[in-house]
């Protein structure tokens, strides 16, 4: 039975559907293709990943290690936290059985944390900006020479090359610096393959940020696997399952109106709308769900100051991998699609020359930041006009600038 969660990643009894991924990264591990799992934030990557190395780890011959990269600031910090993550696969591992408990339990466990800490604090004494190169090969060969396959998971490689490039401010130095730690991640991902398998994910779409620094052929050994929102099909049964494991009523019409209003059907937002309207229901004292009810939680609890927080996030990402000029003309041409309902040339020439009249720094960036808007999954080109890909996403805008806002239809 299928349990809702909103927010955090998922596997086991929380996680749905994605088999044929699954299946397609389960491939990838078996003929040692390195991956690089790309999708908008929210899809689902870090699901997938998590849910994918579980299955693994009843594999005989094969171990895994995942490592999340959010907070690394720069190489030296993504070494430690890779050398963390896979103390327990070490040939000289220190309290081994301790952490892989610990990691286990993601450190709830107090002590436990503290004796984490206080081990990242002394990797990081050693692991510096001199040393990062030498010992994460010395780490890297360590691993490989296991007696089986180990699958190393990289989350959020993105959110760390885009804080070594500092966003907006593309400098050579930064630049070089991003290509040391990606040369480095491509070397050992070379020399180890067969024995070592890279899955590398990230929230912010990496190519957009690679090709702005030249830098895209050196993700070049990972083979992209892009992952795909649900069908509206597929999002309609998630609600289904939901619906009968918290015991609420949900004709089939009135999912399907929902999944087609949100047209992409990312799985957190399909997850988000069956919590506010279980919560509604709940507040109603009723279980059965009508096309009324939906309406009422899509607009008034998505659409709203919940929503609000969401929609807050998705642009503080934008922000960070366009920089300030770029961001701000991003905000530009979404507020036009939204309220326009597509994007046309004509709309796109009027803000540039717009731009290019005032002498505007941003009108150069004007056709990039389209490109990474179409990248990122913010919008889909349909000839020569861009328009929303989420029904959310575009609903969202809509509501921030007052415009009106269809109720949902059944068919
Ligand atoms: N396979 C899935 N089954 C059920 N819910 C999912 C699934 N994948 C993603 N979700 C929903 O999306 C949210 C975000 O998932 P996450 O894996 O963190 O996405 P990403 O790493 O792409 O940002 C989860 O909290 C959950 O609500
Ligand atoms: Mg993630």
């Known amino acids: 039975m299928l349990k809702k969660t909103v927010g955090n990643w998922v596997d086991g009894d929380r996680f749905f559907d994605r088999q044929s991924d699954i299946a397609a990264l389960r491939e990838h591990v078996s003929d040692g293709t390195h991956t690089l799992l790309v999708a908008q934030r929210r899809m689902g990557k870090t699901s997938l990943v998590r849910e994918l190395l579980r299955r693994l780890n009843d594999c005989p011959g094969i171990d895994t290690a995942f490592v999340d990269l959010e907070d690394a600031r720069d190489p030296a910090d993504a070494i430690v936290q890779i050398s963390l993550a896979s103390r327990p696969l070490q040939s000289i591992p220190r309290r081994a059985g301790e952490f892989k408990e610990a990691i286990l339990r993601r450190f709830r466990n107090v002590q436990l944390a503290a004796q984490y800490e206080e081990m990242r604090f002394q990797l990081r004494a050693e692991i510096n900006r001199g ?108 609600l289904g399952e939901l619906a009968a494991n918290y015991g609420v009523e949900l004709p089939v019409a009135v999912r399907e109106a929902v999944c087609r209003r949100l047209r992409c059907c990312i799985p957190h937002h399909v997850q988000q709308f069956f919590d506010a309207l279980h919560r ?61 309902g597509s994007l046309s040339p004509e709309s796109i020439n009027a803000y540039k020359s717009m731009l290019d009249i005032s002498q505007d720094a941003g009108a150069a960036s004007v056709p990039l930041v389209l490109e990474d808007l179409v990248q990122d999954g913010y919008l889909t080109r349909q000839g020569e006009e861009f328009r929303f890909a989420s029904g959310l996403l575009e609903d969202w805008q809509r509501s921030r600038r007052g415009l009106p806002i269809n109720p949902l239809t059944a068919i």
């Open 131 to 238: 040393t990062w190169k030498s010992k994460g090969d010395l780490l890297m060969n360590d691993l490989a020479r296991r007696d089986g396959k180990v699958v190393l998971a990289i989350d959020e490689l993105s959110i760390l090359v885009n804080r070594i490039l500092k966003a907006g401010q593309m400098i050579p130095e930064n630049i070089d610096a991003a290509d040391e730690f990606l040369s480095w991640l491509r070397r050992n991902a070379q020399e180890h393959r067969g024995r070592l398998c890279l899955i590398v994910s990230g929230s912010v779409g990496i190519a957009p940020i690679l090709k702005q620094a030249g830098l895209s052929a050196a993700m070049n050994v990972f083979s992209a696997y892009e992952l795909k929102p649900w069908s509206e099909s597929t999002a309609s049964d998630c």
């Open 280 to 340: 509604q229901l709940k507040l109603a004292g009723r279980t059965d769900a009508t096309l009324q009810d939906a309406d009422t939680a899509y607009r008034h609890d998505m659409l709203a100051a919940r929503g609000q927080i969401d929609m807050d996030h998705y642009e503080e990402r934008l922000k960070l991998v366009l920089g300030t000029d770029g961001y701000r003309v991003a905000l530009e041409l979404l507020a036009r699609a939204a309220s326009e």
